[in-house]
């Protein structure tokens, strides 16, 4: 019996051997490399996504805000041909309704899907359609308890400077590549009729645990080729408050 067990440890031992030698010669086993184009190696860099990913960056180039609805379809049509373009009209109306609620809710009326409106019988939106009540509500909610986060979401604006953003205003964005997709590629397709819709992520310097992903925003383009905000809870969503500066009273 003895021997019969000291003959299946050397066979298991000559076997590991063996392995270790198919190892060496093959050398350590290797996964396969994430495929990064420019932009995403440079999105890595910057604290935006690191995986197949393409940073879009979108100037709307005002420093101030629009005075009148008329301003803010002058800047839709100009930009939202596009879901990168549509996706900083969003973040427009949502500092134009933390800045002034009954105009930036009208802007916010534009700037979202279909599916997000109501009939108005109030004389608020805009063509007599609204945000849907429970939208209206989660705006009010989250902008009471975060003012901030209305203009957070704009380059330079963070908490160490009360998310005063640069001027003019741009946004930072990353979309995520299909496999052997080209950036030539998404811009047909979003400008056609390929993709009726296009999930996108916000940056912003106020994240604390979400930085390196941004924040998803859902948008889809209705059938006169103009892109809208569909999904958007993780944008409005409360950025870091910002920071105080200690005067030193501790009297």
Same mark, same amino acid.
């Given at each position: ?10 066979? #298991? ?15 350590? #086993? ?158 047909? !397709?979003?400008?056609?009729? !390929? ?24 948008? !889809? ?7 809208? !905000? ?22």
């Amino acid at each position: 019996m003895d021997s019969f067990f000291r003959k299946i440890k050397k066979g #298991a031992a000559e076997l590991q051997k063996a392995q270790r030698r198919i190892e060496r010669a093959s050398g350590p #086993a290797r996964s396969t490399p994430l495929r990064r184009s420019g932009p995403a190696e440079k999105a890595a860099s910057t604290g935006g996504p690191a995986m197949d990913h393409e940073r879009l960056d979108v100037n709307l180039g005002i420093s101030q805000l629009p005075s009148d609805v008329e301003g803010f379809l002058k800047l839709r049509d100009q930009f939202s041909d596009t879901p990168a373009g549509a996706a900083a009209i969003f973040l427009l109306a949502m500092h134009m309704y933390g800045d002034e609620s009954e105009l930036g809710l009208r802007c916010l009326t534009i700037a979202v899907d279909t599916t997000l409106l109501e009939a108005s019988s109030a004389g608020i939106g805009y063509k007599e359609k609204v945000l849907l009540q429970k939208e209206r509500d989660r705006f009010a909610k989250v902008l009471k308890e975060s003012p901030e986060t209305a203009r957070g979401y704009w380059k330079g604006a963070g908490p160490d400077n009360g998310y005063t953003p640069e001027t003019p205003l741009q946004a930072t964005l990353y979309r995520q590549l299909s496999d052997g997709e080209t950036a030539s590629q998404y811009t047909r !397709a979003t400008r056609g009729t !390929a993709q009726p819709e296009q999930r996108l992520f916000v940056m912003s310097e106020g994240y604390q645990n979400v930085k390196e992903s941004g924040r998803p925003i859902l948008l !889809a383009r209705n059938t006169s080729g103009v892109w809208k !905000a569909k999904g958007y809870a993780g944008v409005v969503w409360p950025v870091m408050k910002e920071t105080v500066a200690d005067d030193g009273d501790d009297l």
